[in-house]
């Protein structure tokens, strides 16, 4: 039986190839079950869906409410009458199955659209910098491959509605970016064509350890393989990319840990292409951390920290959906006196603007009181957000304050300054989570993560239940302890 292939298979290919291969080829008893924070993400999906289409302005026609075969033969009798707006259709050519939200009528054919309850291309509340969603990108192409083929296409410019009233259309053959020449049409046509091998040939891919893997409800059935084989994906930074290109020079870890890898290099390259001499020996001492059941952290070079009385450690919680930040919270300790540490916290009480702004005023007069102070946290997400929240409310702060508190004299972000340029450890990953587990920290949730975080905010929202604001407020707390439990784990190997 031939496979249709849709836009969300695609969409998934992106994210992780393997997803496909085991949506349709593994036994579905292995999955795990759906995290509340992706159940939540369709919950607001269809609720945003339904919320731009009841606000719509214009008449259009709705087959929302028909079935699957039905849908497709009335979109095709709508297409055919010149219906202005379609939503909910169904089309169809070969293989290729669509289920656009819209279809809107443009000169003498259609382009298709998606509604998406986020931002439509990788942007500020991304943490990113303007460019189409691949994702996105690849859903679109199909949609449009179908228009196409059933000659009732009116160009390759497909489009999303998005979170912020925003349409942003995807120009799928302009180049990807000035590093990146091919189009988003040859991303489409490339991913189809890998897509429609994996649907009828299972085992196509292998599992690769991401960023990824822990919203999937494969996640545990692909860990455990990937523990099994020793997969290379299991070294930090080397990803499924870099898995690939080296497997047919060494396969597992154990195997990288003890090669001679003088053989594989020449001169200032090696025999893997994309990977010189410097990222196979480092990916090699990593191997050899993570078969040394002895083995432990160290650093490269003795670091220097800022010398203060004060010293706060710092982590935010953000709803991406609402596209605000609703906590700030700060364990803060003096003289380097963990028994002195307290934990401060300035809270949004409502999902609004003007709570928002208030806690932001309010944490940032609380670090101006603390000064001098050192400030650390992991990554730059803490940072990327003020800057951001700056530029939402200029009476709050101006650009020189805020960069002054995260000058690197004083604000030291332990990811990119510390933890990844200077030191080694004998864990898969070096999230915060990983890193403050590995030095025996241990968060009070069961669960702790940032996605659960967002589906217990949205609970509280909805309930105003103290125990899911106490349960928030712990696990803010909790990275916040843990980022000064690291801090003082990499110091100790300083000594």
Same mark, same amino acid.
Request: charged residues 25%; neutral net charge.
């Given at each position: 039986m031939t496979i249709s292939i849709t836009a969300s298979m695609l969409y998934n290919f992106v994210q992780c $190839?393997? +997803?496909l291969n085991l949506d349709l080829h593994?036994? #579905?008893? /292995? &999955?795990? #079950?759906?995290?509340k924070f992706v159940q939540l993400l369709w919950e607001k999906?269809? *609720? !945003?869906e339904q919320e731009v289409i009841q606000n719509l302005a214009v008449p259009f026609t709705d087959l929302s409410a028909q079935p699957g075969d039905k849908r497709e033969r009335l979109t095709s009798e709508a297409m055919n009458r010149g219906d202005e707006l379609i939503y909910a259709g169904r089309i169809r050519a070969g293989n290729l199955l669509g289920d656009p939200d819209l279809l809107r009528r443009q000169s003498n054919g259609y382009v298709a659209g998606d509604i998406k309850s986020g931002a439509g291309e990788e942007g500020a509340s991304d943490v990113s910098d303007g460019k189409p969603k691949r994702h996105y990108a690849v859903q679109l192409s199909l %949609?449009?491959? =179908?228009l196409e083929q059933i000659g009732i296409s009116?160009? +390759? !410019? $497909? !489009? =999303?509605?998005d979170i912020h009233g925003e349409e942003v259309v995807y120009k799928l053959d302009n180049p990807q970016g000035p590093r990146t020449p091919k189009t988003l049409w040859d991303l489409y046509k490339d991913t189809l064509q890998i897509a429609g091998e994996v649907c009828s040939q299972p085992g196509l891919t292998l599992p690769a350890l991401g960023g990824t893997c822990k919203l999937c409800h494969w996640h545990t059935a692909c860990r455990s393989r990937l523990d099994e084989v020793e997969d290379l994906s299991l070294i930090p930074a080397l990803g499924r990319a870099k898995r690939d290109a080296m497997i047919d020079h060494v396969q597992t870890v154990s195997q990288l840990a003890n090669t001679d890898?003088?053989?594989? =290099?020449?001169? /200032?390259?090696?025999? =893997?292409p994309g990977i010189g001499p410097g990222t196979l020996k480092k990916f090699q001492n990593r191997a050899l951390l993570l078969v040394d059941p002895k083995a432990k952290p160290y650093l490269k070079t003795k670091l220097r920290f800022p010398s203060t009385k004060v010293e706060l450690f710092f982590d935010i919680e953000t709803d991406p959906m609402r596209d605000i930040c609703y906590l700030h919270g700060f364990v803060e300790r003096t003289d380097q006196d963990s028994s002195t540490e307290r934990y401060v916290l300035f809270f949004a009480e409502t999902p609004s603007a003007e709570a928002e702004r208030e806690? %932001?005023? &309010? *944490? %940032? *007069?609380?670090?101006?009181s603390s000064q001098p102070c050192a400030l650390y946290f992991y990554s730059k997400y803490e940072r990327t957000w003020w800057r951001k929240l700056r530029e939402k409310y200029p009476d709050v702060a101006t650009e020189e304050q805020i960069e002054a508190i995260f000058s690197p004299k004083t604000a030291v972000d332990l990811y990119y300054d510390v933890v990844v340029p200077y030191s080694e450890w004998p864990t898969n990953d070096h999230s915060i989570k990983t890193l403050a587990s590995y030095l025996g920290f241990k968060w009070r949730d069961a669960s702790p993560s940032g996605a659960d975080s967002i589906e217990w905010y949205h609970r509280w929202v909805d309930t105003n239940d103290p125990e899911i604001r106490k349960r928030i407020l712990e696990y803010n707390e909790d990275d916040c302890r843990a980022t000064r439990v690291l801090l003082d784990g990499i110091c100790t190997l300083n000594d």
């Open positions: $190839p393997h +997803r593994e036994d #579905p008893a /292995n &999955r795990d #079950p759906e995290s999906g269809t *609720a !945003f %949609y449009t491959d =179908i009116s160009g +390759r !410019f $497909p !489009f =999303i509605w890898i003088t053989d594989m =290099i020449k001169g /200032n390259k090696t025999v =893997i806690a %932001y005023s &309010r *944490a %940032y *007069a609380y670090v101006q």
